[in-house]
């Protein structure tokens, strides 16, 4: 594979794991059940649903918000790129950075990625570990697809980047079922269910927003697929 542009980084960095404990579900054990039928899942978007489209301009000063907090565990289809994946996913987003850890069908690490305020390190399997300015550089020299780190931080939640312009379907509940932004087209085809919360001074139930369970992301020549099964927002 070419590794041209992409700067080897020192040696000896060892993959770790950034949730302790086996994961209860198996990544395979659902296999998207049947892509859309997912269970807890609910808001599944269909062809024909009114949505309402709305441009949102970039907000000045973008550069500098940060999206709130997160850990996820799901499961990544990749195709379309020179390489293809397949397997686990777990994310630990902070204001500071990213470490995303890729794993193979069986649970093996297949890679580590690194990001922060020097740059980005992607750590192999084979503890080769490259650096590159940015995500989307750094995996499409070293996996063959482009990660797009940077929008998906936001898409994950079901909003836009404020850096760039974007728009932004919702249907009539005001549910966001797709967002395009940046090249890339992401459909949002399941939620999780949403979640009522009562507060004991003013015992007032509240609604915890829904976070979107299945995601497809799409550009010319590369399409993913993300499927959340565990969801800790602002944990740090």
């Given at each position: 594979?070419?590794?041209?542009?992409?700067m080897?980084?020192?040696?000896?960095?060892?993959?770790?794991?950034?949730?302790?404990?086996?994961?209860?579900?198996?990544?395979?054990?659902?296999?998207l059940?049947?892509?859309?039928?997912?269970?807890g899942?609910t808001?599944?978007?269909?062809k024909?649903?009114?949505?309402n489209?709305?441009?949102?301009e970039?907000?000045?000063?973008?550069?500098?918000a940060?999206?709130?907090?997160?850990?996820?565990?799901?499961r990544a289809?990749?195709?379309?790129?020179?390489?293809?994946?397949?397997?686990?996913?777990?994310?630990?987003?902070?204001?500071?950075?990213?470490?995303?850890?890729?794993?193979?069908?069986?649970?093996?690490?297949?890679?580590?990625?690194?990001?922060?305020r020097e740059?980005?390190?992607?750590?192999?399997?084979?503890?080769?570990?490259f650096?590159a300015?940015?995500?989307?550089?750094?995996?499409?020299?070293v996996?063959?697809?482009?990660?797009?780190?940077?929008?998906?931080?936001?898409?994950v939640?079901?909003?836009?980047?404020?850096a760039?312009v974007?728009?932004?379907?919702?249907?009539?509940?005001?549910?966001?079922?797709?967002?395009?932004?940046?090249?890339?087209?992401?459909?949002?085809?399941?939620?999780?269910?949403?979640?009522a919360?009562?507060?004991?001074?003013?015992?007032?139930t509240?609604?915890?927003?829904?976070?979107?369970?299945l995601?497809m992301?799409?550009?010319?020549?590369?399409?993913?697929?993300?499927?959340?099964?565990?969801w800790?927002?602002g944990n740090h």
């Amino acid at each position: 594979m070419d590794h041209a542009d992409v700067m080897p980084a020192q040696s000896g960095i060892r993959l770790f794991p950034l949730f302790k404990g086996r994961h209860d579900v198996p990544w395979w054990s659902l296999v998207l059940c049947g892509l859309f039928l997912l269970p807890g899942c609910t808001a599944l978007v269909h062809k024909g649903t009114p949505v309402n489209t709305i441009v949102i301009e970039p907000v000045a000063g973008a550069a500098e918000a940060k999206p709130a907090a997160f850990r996820l565990i799901g499961r990544a289809s990749v195709t379309g790129g020179k390489d293809s994946f397949s397997g686990g996913v777990q994310w630990h987003h902070t204001d500071t950075g990213d470490e995303i850890l890729l794993l193979s069908p069986l649970g093996q690490a297949v890679a580590q990625i690194q990001r922060n305020r020097e740059g980005v390190y992607l750590t192999t399997s084979e503890q080769e570990t490259f650096y590159a300015d940015d995500v989307e550089t750094l995996t499409e020299r070293v996996l063959g697809w482009r990660l797009p780190l940077m929008g998906l931080q936001y898409w994950v939640r079901s909003v836009n980047s404020p850096a760039t312009v974007s728009e932004v379907d919702m249907d009539i509940d005001g549910t966001v079922v797709a967002i395009r932004q940046d090249g890339w087209e992401i459909s949002y085809l399941g939620y999780f269910p949403m979640l009522a919360t009562q507060t004991m001074q003013t015992k007032t139930t509240q609604t915890q927003p829904a976070h979107p369970k299945l995601l497809m992301l799409k550009r010319p020549g590369l399409q993913i697929k993300l499927v959340i099964d565990n969801w800790n927002a602002g944990n740090h």
